[in-house]
């Protein structure tokens, strides 16, 4: 989206899922990156509409972020716009001829559709819409089953459902160029995935990030907190290698009890290696292994071209360390002998996150991406508080609110600067972990606020978003 455009530039709209609003610019940007491309917003660019218009593209870079976004259900080819049907008209009517003229001809067919972003039209409506544009000059014929071209009307009735408008605040025409991906969000569901776990990342989450660590074939990924793999399915449908760890040994080895109802203990083949087999990118598979993530248990220099994680936050599942008999005391009360780490310690939020960007910074290739999850007590939150890194670059910062008092962020950062010594010292010194320090304050605030909330503290966690975790 260049900031400045004159009257022949080619002009693309995309239709954007309503869905994750605050994840959907990062993610268009990543994927316009990935070919070389850059996203500027206008200065009447609206974020949380569910239209957005595109410059400076071409249709090739328009084809391959449709190929992979899960947030953009469809794009056109804009061939006006405008705020009434007159207005839609004359910009329609401006469109250069000679970029219309391929797709009207008499040997091919063509159907026209007609999409309300809140509202829903009668049927002999649409057809009087349809009959509106009887202006453009189509010579074709009418395929409603196959057609050669697609176009479509859209009109915005505004956000407010409560509130809608007799007539669209905006209209827009254009020629159908492509999908987005958001089949894949019903494809991938947990929901129909061969192994789970209590805390498996949602689908469409899983491919947000992806996207938003600008994974791409033939990458190699690594999951430090790889739980069931949910992360590593969305990277290996990408086309990139994958690998994980996690400190848990029923999980990478697929054992144990069984998260799903009905079913007490996991049956055999039930592991990250099944689930990437069920999508078809088994292929893509490096390992996983039990390791701690505190420990270094890798080579010296980057490895990865991308670190995409959900690190525990002591919600679903106990934050812990391996450690020695010397430096535990009392064991946590999470800790009933169901893994096989012979000692575990706590392992503080803001260790966590201090030992995840160091590790970035020595692990992934120069211009890789880091991609995490970031727990937010909401009342407290400030953008001062998201950990930095001398050698990490904040792409973006995008809330999913959890509850009324509690969120998380999905923070992209991206490897700008090899280490040196003195960066260890700086993130030392940085004050922004503090929020984070000691053994579970985040869990503590979260608890705190569902007592508040419910008049009682008996430590479930509140109703959380449709197939979620965390
Ligand atoms: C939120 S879950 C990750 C879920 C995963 N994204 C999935 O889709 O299944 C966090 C994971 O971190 C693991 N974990 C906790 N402490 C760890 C540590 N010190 N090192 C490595 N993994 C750890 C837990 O066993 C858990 O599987």
Redesign the pocket.
């Known amino acids: 989206m260049a900031l400045h455009c004159g009257k022949t530039c080619r002009q693309y709209l995309l239709h954007l899922a309503h869905d994750n609003v605050d994840f959907r610019l990062p993610e268009i940007k990543s994927l316009l990156s990935i070919v070389g491309q850059q996203c500027v917003p206008t200065e009447t660019f609206n974020e949380r509409s569910p239209f957005w218009r595109l410059y400076g593209l071409s249709e090739d870079d328009v084809r391959s972020v449709m190929a992979r976004t899960v947030c953009a259900k469809s794009a056109f080819e804009l061939w006006g716009h405008g705020r009434t049907v007159s207005e839609l008209k004359l910009s329609v009517l401006e469109y250069p001829t000679e970029r219309m003229t391929p797709f009207l001809q008499q040997e091919s067919t063509y159907k026209i559709n007609v999409y309300t972003f809140n509202k829903t039209l009668l049927f002999k409506d649409r057809i009087e819409k349809i009959d509106a544009l009887g202006f453009l000059p189509f010579q074709g014929k009418v395929n409603l089953k196959d057609p050669d071209h697609i176009f479509c009307l859209l009109e915005d009735y505004g956000l407010d459902p409560n509130d809608i408008p007799d007539e669209p605040f905006h209209m827009y025409f254009g020629r159908f160029i492509a999908d987005g991906q958001r089949e894949l969000i019903r494809s991938h569901s947990v929901k129909k995935r061969h192994f789970?776990?209590n805390?498996?990342?949602d689908a469409g989450l899983?491919f947000i990030m992806a996207n938003h660590g600008k994974v791409k074939a033939h990458d190699l990924v690594y999951?430090?907190?790889?739980?069931?793999?949910?992360?590593l399915v969305a990277c290996s449908h990408f086309g990139a290698y994958v690998c994980g760890?996690?400190?848990?040994y029923n999980?990478i080895h697929g054992v144990g009890k069984a998260s799903r109802k009905n079913q007490k203990w996991r049956g055999p083949d039930e592991n990250i290696r099944a689930n990437l087999r069920q999508y078809g990118t088994e292929c893509f598979y490096v390992d996983v292994m039990v390791?701690?993530?505190?420990k270094p248990v890798w080579r010296n220099g980057a490895l990865f071209d991308t670190i995409i994680?959900?690190?525990?936050?002591g919600i679903?599942?106990?934050?812990?360390?391996?450690g020695s008999h010397k430096e535990i005391t009392t064991p946590p009360e999470n800790f009933a002998g169901e893994s096989h780490v012979p000692v575990s310690m706590e392992?503080h939020l803001s260790d966590?996150f201090a030992d995840l960007l160091n590790f970035a910074a020595h692990h992934l290739v120069l211009g890789g991406r880091l991609v995490y999850w970031l727990p937010v007590y909401r009342p407290e939150y400030c953008e001062e508080m998201v950990p930095l890194h001398p050698c990490l670059t904040l792409i973006s910062n995008c809330e999913q609110s959890l509850s009324s008092h509690t969120s998380r962020r999905l923070i992209t950062m991206e490897k700008t600067k090899e280490p040196e010594k003195s960066d260890a010292l700086a993130q030392l010194a940085d004050p922004r972990f503090s929020p984070y320090q000691g053994h579970n304050s985040f869990r503590e605030k979260y608890f705190s606020g569902i007592t508040k909330k419910n008049g009682k503290g008996n430590g479930k966690e509140p109703h959380r978003t449709k197939e979620n975790?965390?």
């Open positions: 789970i776990g805390t498996s990342m899983s999951d430090p907190f790889v739980g069931t793999g949910s992360l760890t996690d400190i848990d999980t390791s701690d993530a505190s994680t959900d690190p525990p936050y679903r599942e106990s934050t812990r360390r391996t392992y966590i975790n965390g």
